[in-house]
């Protein structure tokens, strides 16, 4: 157990849906990190926040957007789902933020859209 | 830009071998990390190891060691004494600095088969 909790673990709906994955970060890391893990992209970074601020975007979709609150924990907003968006969305968090370190990973989100 | 590259698909050792996993990375930082995680089937990621740029010990975990060699840019993950339980897909991994944000970079992959 990495102690990085999300939910849910699965998650079905259909195509021009909204949802939003939680993730709740190791007690005391300030860093969450959003991953994408699909068959044809891999894994892939999405966005990071660090202390509540937005700290690094990558190939995160216009339609998909985070947050993270006071407490910490963060949610992935995926709207105008598409069939190609079914992957397995992934929450990672680590202490620090400027220096390399390990990043622990909750046990996923697994969306499937229809 | 940071890319990670693991050439082998898939690998086959019979349990209590040791096998080596290939990594291969290319980067312009001077400062970045190699890790190496662990997804088994259930699909968690789990991290097994970690080397920084500047160290100058191959880092070791147990039964995993990764062997660093810098020079070549490479990073493989030594499992000694493999176990049934070792069987998963193995990803190597760096840390890309980014604006002050230490994002991962994944390779593709590789799957690890024990067998008994």
């Known amino acids: 157990d990495s102690g990085v909790t999300q939910t849910p673990k699965h998650l079905i709906t259909a195509t021009g849906q909204r949802v939003t994955l939680r993730c709740s970060p190791r007690?005391?890391?300030?860093?969450v990190y959003w991953y994408q893990q699909s068959l044809d992209q891999g894994l892939q970074f999405l966005i990071q926040y660090y202390n509540g601020e937005e700290r690094a975007k990558g190939n995160i979709l216009e339609r998909f957007s985070a947050q993270q609150f006071p407490d910490l924990h963060s949610e992935l907003n995926l709207s105008s789902l598409e069939l190609g968006d079914s992957a397995l969305y992934f929450c990672a968090s680590s202490v620090e933020n400027w220096i390399p370190n390990e990043q622990f990973f909750g046990p996923g989100t697994r969306l499937t859209v229809l | 830009a940071q890319k990670i590259t693991q050439t082998q698909p898939g690998m086959f050792v019979q349990e209590k071998e040791a096998v080596t996993l290939d990594c291969t990375y290319d980067t312009s930082d001077q400062s970045y990390g190699l890790f190496w995680y662990k997804q088994p089937s259930s699909g968690e990621m789990i991290f097994l190891i970690y080397q920084g740029s500047y160290d100058e010990q191959n880092a070791t975990e147990g039964r995993y060691s990764l062997n660093f060699q810098k020079a070549r840019k490479s990073a493989n993950l030594v499992i000694s004494a493999s176990q049934l339980g070792d069987s998963a897909m193995y990803f190597c991994?760096?840390?890309?600095?980014?604006?002050?944000?230490?994002?991962?970079?994944f390779g593709k992959g590789m799957k690890l088969t024990v067998n008994p």
């Open positions: 007690s005391g890391d300030l860093s």
């Open positions: 991994a760096m840390s890309a600095a980014q604006g002050g944000s230490e994002k991962l970079v």
